[in-house]
């Protein structure tokens, strides 16, 4: 074990200590895990194997070399709406160049697109290890939180309005063919719920299922409320899948179940088990693919594992060796046709609350996942999609984060503005438009920030007194500013400088305010200001002494200006 994961790392101590603590954890996480990784599986439209095979990678091969020991790596709803898309585009491509028989072009164009889709994952991978051995994980966290919360809140928003047709058994047709895109998705909610209402014998019974999310989504918003402390380990997530199962069978809903093969195993597949494989490993658009999910992967990955450093007192991460870890569990699920992962942060969470100590807890998860997709799978049939579907819906509405948004609008309108365009665009038009726009509106706002630079002349000629109030910035591009502000001050006066509300100050306009204070000086003027005001605008250190003297250190060497109070430099 790393020495960060215990402070009994020899074997005998952690079995002795530490191992009843990581056991138990470890079934809290993989209960929550699993029904998550179902759930993500139904909203990408792919085999819940997919899904599971990730997070027993997540498991068994990050937690062992992960650089946030209780962070727990698998699919992500967060990039649920990158895949799907990915997918989707690879099918189009695919049915442009088929010539086959008509009844094999669906199954053959989407053994195409996860094929592609395998591509993008193992190229994101060595994209975050290689980042991660250059020491660049630490460089993430200097993405705004406005655009990283704006970026989860699009994708949230996305995962609201696409599921929440799954969650009542409805298929989205837009003008005839499967809805695509945020709005297209919202465009099609009112005939979703308009459907619940059409009672007529021989439709599909929306209502019905539509009554097994409501079960699914009341019971986990109830149990996280209102669970007993003792019982709160048992995950809302589970509960509500387990009770919204029992409900359709007891009541024999006729709503749609989950669909899987008898073998779980057999969706393993790689790439080059798809016959027109060089077609994409020469297509751009697969590469583009694969920089978006490591981008979002690195981005969304990082931000967990900070959240998990502050829930757990003495956990540190290390960022790049986290973010190597999840590029070989990434190319690990690009070479087995397995779905991208991320640390997440509803099973980290889950692993910190439940007493998780070391990366075991982690490790176990993965080794649960794999006993049950070897030996439990048929269970799954007994699920409704339409309770994944809520479950998924109930996620998306977390990811939103209300009360965050409230807080940044308080906080910041400028912030507020970056967030709430990254959000709009990522619903409107495409995740990877969204986020590059969020960061260069961060970019702009930096700049802005960076040279704003007000300069306050007020003058009382009968007193011969003046005062100069510094705001912003004082950098060498605002340098003619100050220098007309100067110019406007009489000969023989006291001038005040105040920086109090002044954010930074260079050596151009520090040197040329000491310079036009030394001629202020033969004039019979006075320069006042406090300089403890300056403390960390400035690179130089300067310390009033009682005697009215002032030491002003540069680069390293001090530099004595002797002048008494209430004349010269003060």
């Not at 053959?108 to 697109?113: D, K, L, R, W």
């Amino acid at each position: 074990m790393a020495k960060q994961d215990t402070p009994q790392t020899d074997a005998g101590g952690y079995f002795a200590g530490t191992f009843r603590k990581d056991f138990v954890s470890s079934i809290v996480v993989f209960l929550v895990a699993l029904p998550l990784c179902i759930g993500i599986a139904v909203a990408v439209g792919v085999n819940p194997a997919r899904a599971l095979i990730t997070g027993i990678i997540g498991g068994l091969i990050v937690g062992i070399f992960s650089g946030s020991p209780l962070q727990v790596s698998g699919p992500a709803a967060g990039l649920f709406v990158i895949v799907a898309d990915i997918i989707a585009q690879q099918k189009a491509k695919f049915l442009g160049f088929f010539s086959g028989p008509e009844e094999a072009a669906d199954g053959a164009a989407m053994t195409y697109a996860l094929s592609a889709l395998g591509l993008s994952v193992l190229v994101a991978g060595a994209i975050q290890a290689v980042a991660g051995k250059l020491g660049i994980g630490r460089w993430f966290q200097a993405v705004s939180p406005a655009v990283i919360n704006g970026m989860l809140a699009g994708i949230g928003i996305l995962i609201i309005v696409s599921q929440f047709h799954v969650m009542l058994d409805h298929q989205a047709l837009w003008h005839g063919h499967k809805a695509h895109g945020g709005l297209q998705y919202m465009a099609t909610i009112p005939e979703a719920i308009w459907k619940c209402f059409d009672l007529t014998e021989g439709t599909p019974h929306h209502h019905l299922a539509g009554a097994i999310g409501i079960v699914t989504i009341t019971t986990m918003m109830l149990w996280q409320s209102f669970a007993p402390k003792r019982l709160k380990l048992i995950p809302a997530a589970l509960l509500g899948i387990s009770l919204a199962t029992v409900v359709a069978m007891v009541l024999s809903f006729e709503i749609q179940n989950l669909v899987i093969p008898e073998n779980l195993l057999d969706e393993v597949s790689f790439l080059n088990s798809t016959p027109e494989w060089m077609n994409f490993v020469v297509d751009p658009s697969v590469y583009i693919s694969a920089l978006v999910i490591a981008l979002v992967a690195s981005a969304e990955t990082l931000l967990c594992a900070t959240a998990v450093d502050k829930m757990k007192p003495g956990h540190k991460t290390n960022h790049d060796q986290e973010l190597t870890a999840q590029g070989i569990g990434n190319m690990a699920c690009g070479l087995v046709g397995a779905l991208p992962m991320t640390g997440v942060i509803v099973r980290s969470s889950a692993n910190v609350n439940a007493g998780g100590q070391t990366r075991g807890a982690t490790i176990l998860h993965g080794a649960w996942l794999l006993l049950f997709i070897v030996f439990l799978p048929q269970i799954l049939t007994l699920v409704p999609r339409a309770a994944l579907g809520a479950l998924l819906v109930y996620t998306g509405f977390k990811l939103v984060n209300i009360k965050q948004i409230k807080e940044l609008y308080k906080t910041s309108w400028s912030e507020f503005a970056i967030y709430a365009t990254t959000v709009v665009l990522i619903v409107s038009f495409d995740l990877l438009i969204g986020v590059i726009a969020g960061i260069v509106l961060s970019a702009i706002k930096l700049l802005v920030t960076f040279t704003r630079f007000e300069a306050d002349l007020y003058v009382n000629e009968e007193e011969q007194k003046a005062s100069l109030s510094l705001h912003g910035a004082a950098t060498f591009l605002r340098l003619p500013i100050l220098a007309q502000r100067l110019e406007e001050i009489p000969d023989n006066v006291e001038l005040h400088v105040d920086l109090s509300n002044l954010t930074y100050v260079d050596h151009a306009c520090f040197e040329s305010l000491m310079d036009w204070a030394k001629q202020h000086e033969k004039t019979g003027g006075t320069l006042v200001i406090d300089w403890s005001q300056l403390h960390g605008k400035f690179q130089k250190e300067v310390d009033i002494r009682p005697n009215g003297t002032t030491d002003v250190q540069r680069n390293g060497k001090a530099k004595r200006q002797s002048t008494p109070v209430g004349g010269g430099i003060t």
